[in-house]
């Protein structure tokens, strides 16, 4: 996966602070993520488009976020303070898509995984009952899913 722009490299510390803040025990492939990137934009050459196969749609990633308090957009306490009592329990929103939803990244035994969070109900098939698609097992599988 190619970023366009990354928000620098979090610390073993920084994270800490980030999962002690958001109550949250993130899994270490994507703490990698956040050590090496901090998150970052995706290059707008590169599609990362991501296939919800429950639904037969998908969606472009645009960006992931990061531990950046100065700027809302790309911020991951940002996001996750304003969505969180909407979401399911042990779960972090870690990006979003140029069609207005979410991923999401669960981190309980039971459901762990990556998913795409519509929402906005962008897609005819989603309601308030369900607009929350599986998408894969891990962080690292997601990722391999970018060309």
Known sequence: MKLEKTFGKLSSA????????????????YKSFLAETNG???????????????INESASVDVFFGFTP???YTDLLYWNKTYGGDM????????????SG???LICNEEDAGVY???HT???KQSDDEYNTYFIADTFTDFVKQCP
């Open 116 to 118: 795409y969070w519509d």
């Open 70 to 72: 100065q700027t809302d």
């Open 121 to 123: 109900y962008h897609f």
């Open 102 to 104: 979410f991923i999401v």
């Open 40 to 54: 970052g934009g995706i290059d707008l050459d590169t599609d990362f488009l991501i296939h919800i196969d429950d």
């Open 88 to 99: 399911v329990e042990d779960s972090i929103i870690i990006g979003s898509s140029l069609e």
């Open 14 to 29: 920084q994270i800490s602070e980030l999962e002690n803040q958001l109550n949250i025990s993130l899994p270490d492939d």
